[in-house]
């Protein structure tokens, strides 16, 4: 996997493996969950994808460096693991059960004046704020440094090392990023009292 070639493999033992990943891995575990939720938009997908990254965390442990940023090495798994997914779910076609559908619409509790664009429904109730609303609607590449940067409190050069991306590059994508996020908040803004500076 390309996220742990850099670091040379140490040798541990089956007894510090269990004590890396519960004292430097387990106590990230929020953080890294609210990253996956703010990634996969789905309580579901973001617990699998936890479930992915930690098995990934402990199959490759002995590429981690004890003392060195935990979080940041976690981090970057968790934004491959996502990145590699993704790419591959939008390469094959959507999988439907036809019998499910077919028993749903024949059934007496279907609603016959279901809104032709089922998105809207399965949607409306999981975000509720315009922040939340404006930062999903980002580009994958341009949340992401967003929630590293603003919410996560990342410095640019552990940013640079999880992205795999130069520090000029990450500076560039967080400036684009607010600006598109500034963009679409200014009607919410001015609605809310602000005025733009």
């Given at each position: 996997m390309e996220e742990f070639e850099e670091t040379p493999r140490q040798h541990y033992t089956e007894a510090q493996k269990n004590s890396i990943f519960n004292n430097e891995f387990m106590p990230h575990i929020n953080s890294m969950y609210n990253f996956a939720y703010r990634l996969t938009l789905d309580g579901d997908d973001a617990k699998d994808l936890l479930q992915d990254t930690y098995l990934k965390a402990y199959r490759f442990i002995e590429s981690f460096q004890q003392g060195t940023?935990?979080?940041a090495w976690l981090f970057?798994?968790?934004k491959n693991s996502f990145i590699n997914d993704y790419r591959k779910k939008s390469k094959e076609p959507s999988k439907v059960?036809?019998?499910?559908?077919?028993?749903?619409?024949?059934?007496?509790?279907v609603d016959r004046q279901i809104t032709p664009d089922l998105r809207v429904e399965a949607l409306k109730?999981?975000?509720?704020d315009e922040i939340s609303n404006a930062l999903n609607s980002l580009?994958?590449?341009?949340?992401?440094?967003?929630?590293?940067?603003d919410l996560e409190g990342f410095k640019y050069e552990e940013m640079a090392k999880i992205l795999d991306i130069p520090i000029?590059?990450?500076?560039?994508?967080?400036h684009r990023a607010r600006n598109l996020l500034k963009e679409k908040l200014s009607t919410y803004a001015k609605q809310m009292g602000y005025k733009n500076a």
């Amino acid at each position: 996997m390309e996220e742990f070639e850099e670091t040379p493999r140490q040798h541990y033992t089956e007894a510090q493996k269990n004590s890396i990943f519960n004292n430097e891995f387990m106590p990230h575990i929020n953080s890294m969950y609210n990253f996956a939720y703010r990634l996969t938009l789905d309580g579901d997908d973001a617990k699998d994808l936890l479930q992915d990254t930690y098995l990934k965390a402990y199959r490759f442990i002995e590429s981690f460096q004890q003392g060195t940023n935990a979080k940041a090495w976690l981090f970057r798994i968790l934004k491959n693991s996502f990145i590699n997914d993704y790419r591959k779910k939008s390469k094959e076609p959507s999988k439907v059960d036809y019998q499910d559908v077919e028993t749903y619409y024949n059934s007496e509790d279907v609603d016959r004046q279901i809104t032709p664009d089922l998105r809207v429904e399965a949607l409306k109730d999981m975000i509720g704020d315009e922040i939340s609303n404006a930062l999903n609607s980002l580009d994958v590449d341009f949340k992401t440094v967003i929630i590293l940067c603003d919410l996560e409190g990342f410095k640019y050069e552990e940013m640079a090392k999880i992205l795999d991306i130069p520090i000029g590059t990450v500076r560039s994508r967080l400036h684009r990023a607010r600006n598109l996020l500034k963009e679409k908040l200014s009607t919410y803004a001015k609605q809310m009292g602000y005025k733009n500076a």
